[in-house]
């Protein structure tokens, strides 16, 4: 008996998709380039180079380093080397929601921090400092609750995995 072969994705379909996320995440701040690269390498199956990341946006090199850089300093993207080769590959991490979304950005510490100095700033009570002190509080509140996601969240991906 012959093996199955795996279903090959429609490539129309899949550039339909990478646009339609790149440009819902453009619509909230995220950097469309880096969106399109990042949706391009999530739904290859093996690991791409810049050159054919390029190839299959239909972009140039330059915009995709730009992009792989951006990626891989929030931790959504993983370069690694191509043997015998000067180029890197580029894949997706494990778990690139959370690891980007809750370890890496360390953003609501930064504001935690900065807002911790300005209560201190406006030394004494009035609405300013009230305002601040609120604002510091708030991010305080969330970051533990984005702990606490990112506990459960590990906790189903186990469950799932089991």
Partial sequence: MAEASRPTPNEEEVHLF??????????????????????????ADEPLTA???GERLGVSAAAVSGAVRYLTQFGMLVREPVKGSRRDRYRVPDNPWYEATIT?????KNFIDIATAGVGALDGAGPGRERVAEMRDFFA??????????????????????
């Fill in 18 to 43: 990478v646009e339609r996320m790149a440009m819902a995440f453009a619509d909230v701040g995220f950097p469309r380039m880096a969106a399109r690269v990042l949706f391009t390498v999530m739904s």
């Fill in 51 to 53: 050159a054919e990341i």
């Fill in 104 to 108: 890496k950005t360390g953003l609501y």
């Fill in 141 to 162: 509140f969330v970051q533990e609750e984005i702990d606490g996601l990112g506990e459960r969240w590990r906790a189903r991906r186990a469950s799932r995995q089991s």
